[in-house]
């Protein structure tokens, strides 16, 4: 589908392809693919919606005493270096592979890394495999406090039980991963050394395509599910209206994340019943 739309998009004719210096991969976020040491997938990539991981989310982050299910340290030490907390849904990306850890045992010793959707496309365009500060974060295993040197924290790894060498290494957003390969550049009709920058998630590219990029200006979005967002320039973590800043596409910003899990489906709902 990618090669496909590449070529119809340069046959239009609307820039040359000799003028495509770059290329860069958005993709819908908290969802993780495994693959080999060949950059082959072992499985169906997970999405955001799959809570098969959510008894193995709890048994990490439960403890006593408890806040809203969370063991109150462990909650203390997500919160103050990431942002935000894996989720007792097991919807997010750490959620996933704590799934495939436990359940399909196999596909994780197979595993070489886990990637987010556009850092697994990056490894088709480029042959390394990498993630970039903002798409690691759903990982919930990095210190996100100075966002130019975004790291992932051995404590928090060790509370996952997640082994580190199947994680990514990490590159700042807006970074070059490296030239696409000589198959790529044949398969899109593209020049040899067109460079593939860092990518981005859904969320994040989304607050920079709707022109809301100075800090404090609101952007909403309204699809199946819902944000309100806004780019700020510091870290904060409100715990009580489950608001939180988070890396954004934008090099030493952050994005604050309001997300709302339904919106335009209830409409969906409401005319279907």
Request: proline share 4%; glycine share 8%.
């Amino acid at each position: 589908a990618l090669s496909t739309a590449a070529r119809r998009l340069l046959s239009r004719g609307l820039v040359a392809a000799e003028r495509i210096f770059a290329l860069s991969v958005t993709a819908q976020w908290m969802g993780t693919v495994p693959v080999d040491r060949d950059g082959n997938h072992l499985m169906n990539a997970l999405i955001w919606m799959d809570t098969r991981g959510a008894r193995h989310a709890r048994r990490i982050t439960s403890g006593f005493p408890s806040v809203a299910g969370y063991g109150a340290l462990k909650l203390w030490r997500w919160l103050r270096v990431t942002g935000g907390v894996p989720s007792r849904t097991g919807k997010d990306s750490l959620g996933h592979i704590l799934y495939i850890q436990q359940e399909l045992p196999d596909v994780y010793r197979r595993t070489f890394k886990f990637l987010e959707p556009m850092d697994y496309l990056n490894l088709r365009f480029t042959g390394q495999a990498a993630a970039s500060y903002d798409t690691i974060t759903g990982h919930w295993l990095t210190d996100n406090r100075d966002l130019s040197r975004v790291r992932y924290v051995d404590k928090l790894v060790a509370m996952s039980g997640v082994d580190r060498e199947k994680l990514p290494d990490l590159k700042p957003t807006g970074a070059i991963l490296g030239r696409i390969t000589r198959e790529i550049a044949s398969e899109f009709g593209l020049r040899e050394d067109v460079q593939v920058v860092m990518g981005t998630p859904d969320t994040e590219s989304a607050a920079v395509g709707s022109g809301a990029v100075r800090d404090f200006e609101p952007h909403l979005y309204i699809g199946t599910s819902s944000w309100l967002t806004c780019h700020v320039p510091f870290k904060r973590t409100d715990v009580v209206n489950s608001m939180t800043s988070l890396p954004s596409a934008i090099p030493g910003k952050y994005l604050v994340a309001t997300e709302q899990d339904i919106a335009g489906g209830c409409i969906a709902m409401l005319r279907d019943s």
